[in-house]
């Protein structure tokens, strides 16, 4: 997996928990060497993940259908804020935005009993949706591989929303004792330093699941797949 970042506009430097497993390049997709390297890691995609204001990509030549031309048999997943149709499409957003806009805030001051709007105390619908996405991903690996073509999958933080809040409310949750996470945590080096993180979810019985790339500050390596 190779994360993309662009170097002139604003990134979270240290994604550490999720930044295990991953090369990390940067690509100014306005320069022409780089937008030639970037087409040559295309080729050898079979998934490109994009979560850019909407817009943004389409607007330098990467939306879907352009990417579906140049690069037949691609599976695009993308993540906006509000939904690729609707009057607030266009809008950017991020979590905490979105929580506030489909009433996470206004429902857990409830769940506190009163008071002003309260935040989550966990960016719920970054993780479900990246969740979500990932399983886009694959249901688009296994419609190309069965039917051909290039897929688009749309994913938004606003619809995730809808769904979680779909699920209801656990009654006096406050209450409910805090769950051990220690079973599921492991310690290891990175460029931050020593991490403790959920270990890899996937439990195979003769193949071992982890990450062998550290988390990496961004733009670490270069705009290449690595040497087979």
């Known amino acids: 997996m190779l994360l993309v970042n662009s170097p002139h506009l604003p990134n979270i430097e240290a994604i550490a928990e999720t930044g295990r497993g991953k090369l990390s390049a940067h690509a100014d997709l306005r320069q022409p060497a780089e937008r030639a390297a970037f087409e040559r890691v295309l080729r050898d995609a079979h998934v490109f993940v994009q979560g850019y204001r909407p817009g943004g990509l389409q607007a330098l030549g990467y939306g879907a259908e352009a990417l579906a031309e140049r690069h037949p048999g691609l599976v695009v997943v993308s993540l906006s804020a509000y939904g690729a149709a609707g009057p607030w499409a266009g809008r950017r957003g991020f979590d905490s935005l979105v929580q506030t806009a489909s009433g996470f805030n206004h ?4 769940a506190f009993g009163s008071g002003p709007p309260r935040a989550l105390p966990m960016q719920i619908l970054d993780h479900a949706t990246g969740h979500l996405m990932a399983l886009a991903a694959c249901a688009g690996l296994w419609r190309q591989q069965r039917e051909g073509g290039s897929w688009h999958v749309h994913v938004s933080l606003a619809r995730t929303g809808l769904w979680l809040r779909s699920l209801g409310r656990v009654a006096d949750g406050f209450a409910a004792p805090k769950p051990d996470f220690t079973p599921y945590l492991e310690t290891s080096d990175s ?13 195979l019985s003769h193949t071992a699941t982890d990450w062998p790339r550290p988390s990496v500050p961004l733009g670490t390596h270069a705009l290449a797949w690595p040497a087979p």
């Open 107 to 110: 429902a857990e001051a409830q």
């Open 191 to 203: 460029s931050f330093g020593r991490l403790t993180a959920l270990h890899h979810a996937a439990r």
